[in-house]
């Protein structure tokens, strides 16, 4: 999909930021989102404060954002495996669409027990 196409793509449809992040890294989502044929676009949100600097956020159509997080998702999965943060032997678990998702300490995929994983105990919330 090209930037021409998301363009025409959400001109008269409904969209919602899903990121917020610096110039490059928005435009370098955007390009991503294009690669795998979700239409998106980079809008510069007005902020009032003088101290503010200037955000930028990646407005998809709700129905693409769970398709964005999991690009996210796997975007960030792909950087710790390339820095070799992930422990030799170990898979990296995707968080489930539905459902739970695994506690980063344990990997348990249950509902947590007043903000805590209710396996380990890791507070979550």
Do not use: I, N, Y
Not at 24 to 39: H, K, Q, S, Y
Not at 42 to 52: F, G
Not at 69 to 86: F, K, N
């Amino acid at each position: 999909m090209t930037p021409h196409d998301a363009e025409k793509a959400l001109v008269d449809a409904e969209v919602v930021p899903c990121v917020e992040a610096s110039l490059a890294d928005a435009r370098r989502l955007v390009e991503a989102c294009l690669a795998e044929g979700v239409p998106a676009l980079v809008h510069r949100e007005a902020c009032s404060k003088p101290s503010c600097s200037p955000k930028f956020q990646v407005l998809v159509r709700p129905e693409d954002a769970p398709r964005v997080a999991g690009l996210l998702q796997q975007r960030w999965l792909d950087t710790l495996q390339r820095e070799g943060l992930v422990p030799e032997g170990q898979l990296m678990r995707a968080v489930p669409e539905e459902g739970e998702p695994p506690c980063p300490a344990c990997g348990t995929a249950a509902p947590l027990v007043r903000g805590a994983c209710s396996d380990c105990g890791l507070q979550l919330e």
